[in-house]
């Protein structure tokens, strides 16, 4: 269930960072390069903040490319230059695919109930991300409501995410190596990360060392079972708050926001997101 609903409301956060519109709101607001508007964008609501924190949040990116971005992005624009800037792209980008699907306003109004409904419930104890998004004013008309409360929820799984990661002892880097021999791909996910050659190889090398990966780099039914279990953990801690939602409620939600997520799904490059087509 949680996996299911997750899939839907990942895409509307996405246009945030992948969309013309929003990589246009990013570049007017001096973030320029779309680097600079992502992390600029994401890190906004946690303030002014160094490499450091970004670096454990973020989990994923290498350190040396966090350090490129930050702190440089805020001589550049504000925190709050970066939160209205990717706000205004979110819902222009989300206004022109609605609009091109014929999406009802109603549609959009009664799926930003439902969708604020499960991110008012959100744990934030031990989620940093999702706590500071959480935090932000909830913003006025329904895709801008819609679109707060799906990145609300996308951090929070998120968040949850890399607790499992750490329960597991997996590092930023072995999570990317794992995953892409998990789904048999050889895709982007090293040079959009930052990672060396060197530190991709060792990643490689220490999951072999577990018996996670064999010698050629593919995964084994162990290393298959792990993996397992951290994406059951995720679904477990990001459950919560779509449970807020009786089932009738969830089905609705899924009739109503799905042709809304599959059109923006297949408008970003998720070879690189990773999450799954909306059902």
């Not at 956060?13 to 779309?34: C, I, K, M, N, W």
């Not at 973020?58 to 490319?65: D, H, K, L, S, T």
């Not at 109503?256 to 408008?267: E, I, M, V």
Request: proline share 6%; glycine share 8%; hydrophobic share 45%.
């Amino acid at each position: 269930m949680s996996r299911r609903l997750w899939a839907l409301v990942e895409p509307v956060h996405d246009v945030t960072y992948f969309s013309p519109q929003a990589r246009a709101a990013f570049e007017a607001a001096g973030l320029r390069g779309f680097w600079r508007g992502y992390f600029g964008g994401r890190a906004a609501p946690l303030g002014p903040v160094g490499a450091a924190p970004v670096i454990a949040i973020f989990y994923v990116f290498a350190p040396q490319m966090v350090n490129r971005a930050l702190p440089d992005v805020w001589t550049r624009a504000e925190p709050s230059a970066a939160l209205d800037a990717r706000l205004a792209g979110a819902v222009e980008a989300l206004s022109a695919t609605a609009a091109a699907l014929g999406v009802a306003d109603e549609t959009i109004a009664e799926a930003a109930d439902l969708v604020a409904t499960a991110a008012g419930g959100v744990r934030t104890v031990g989620r940093p991300l999702s706590a500071a998004n959480a935090a932000l004013p909830v913003p006025d008309g329904d895709l801008a409501r819609l679109w707060h409360a799906a990145t609300v929820l996308r951090e929070h799984r998120g968040d949850g995410h890399w607790a499992s990661l750490v329960a597991a002892d997996v590092d930023g880097c072995e999570a990317l190596v794992w995953r892409e021999a998990r789904n048999g791909t050889v895709g982007d996910l090293q040079a959009t990360r930052g990672w060396t050659d060197e530190e991709w190889a060792a990643a490689k090398a220490r999951l072999a060392g577990r018996g996670w990966l064999d010698a050629d780099g593919a995964i084994t039914d162990l290393g298959r079972q792990e993996h397992k279990q951290v994406e059951e953990q995720t679904d477990r801690l990001s459950a919560a708050p779509w449970e807020r939602l009786d089932g009738r409620q969830q089905d609705r939600l899924v009739e109503l926001l799905t042709p809304l997520s599959k059109a923006l799904y297949d408008a970003i490059p998720n070879s690189v997101v990773g999450a799954p087509r909306p059902t």
